[in-house]
T-cell receptor
Framework: EAEVAQSPRYKITEKSQAVAFWCDPI?????LYWYRQILGQGPELLVQ????????DSQLPKDRFSAERLKGVDSTLKIQPAELGDSAMYLC?????????????FGSGTQLSVL | KQEVTQIPAALSVPEGENLVLNCSFT??????LQWFRQDPGKGLTSLLL?????REQTSGRLNASLDKSSGRSTLYIAASQPGDSATYLC???????????FGAGTRLTVKP
């Protein structure tokens, strides 16, 4: 069964360093999402792509976070500089539709710890 | 604004019990509602998707119902097993896209 691939699985970094996460969605899924999940809470959307275009990044802290999906396939989420409060699980998801009709498929996530 | 609440936050039951997890949402104008399972330190797995025109969906021992007018959904798990231990989250789309709004989840423990 096709899966959403994410790497790395875990990332430990020091405050003020740069970190990057990678996601490869299910083949053919045009819609890609990055979510952040703080322990004990549900995921919250950071950014949504439709192909290579950003559909919604209203919740993305743009002073330190950036996301790209240059060829409309895989995607990278970057944080620079990392802060202690960025420690969380970063989840990538994909869907065949951007209209809320289809299931979301999530990757295994990247657990980020900022020291 | 769409807010999603899940009750209880945690639940512990002995193996074999039938149980119900609850989800409520404030804006009833939704396309669908999804139930997810999350194991510790892992991503989310979609369990059931109920379209707004449907009242319920079933998959094996799982049954999810949706009452849009009252802003509620329930996930029924029959004959619970230790392998069902996980956090169960419900989510609804916010606005006309897949910006899913999640509840905080119910952490289920099934004791052998």
């Amino acid at each position: 069964e096709a899966e959403v691939a994410q790497s790395p699985r875990y990332k430990i970094t020091e405050k003020s360093q740069a970190v990057a996460f990678w996601c490869d969605p299910i083949s053919g899924h045009a819609t890609l999402y990055w979510y952040r999940q703080i322990l004990g809470q549900g995921p919250e959307l950071l950014v949504q792509f439709q192909d290579e275009s950003v559909v919604d990044d209203s919740q993305l802290p743009k002073d330190r976070f950036s996301a790209e999906r240059l060829k409309g396939v895989d995607s990278t989420l970057k944080i620079q500089p990392a802060e202690l409060g960025d420690s969380a699980m970063y989840l990538c998801a994909s869907s065949s539709s951007d209209r809320g009709y289809e299931k979301l498929f999530f990757g295994s996530g990247t657990q980020l710890s900022v020291l | 604004k769409q807010e999603v609440t899940q009750i209880p936050a945690a639940l512990s039951v002995p193996e074999g019990e039938n149980l119900v997890l609850n989800c409520s949402f404030t804006d009833s104008a939704i396309y669908n509602l999804q139930w997810f399972r999350q194991d510790p330190g892992k991503g989310l797995t979609s369990l059931l998707l109920i379209q707004s025109s449907q009242r319920e969906q079933t998959s094996g021992r799982l049954n999810a119902s949706l009452d849009k007018s009252s802003g509620r959904s329930t996930l029924y798990i029959a004959a619970s097993q230790p392998g069902d231990s996980a956090t169960y989250l419900c989510a609804v789309p916010f606005r006309n896209n897949n910006d899913m709004r999640f509840g905080a989840g119910t952490r289920l423990t099934v004791k052998p």
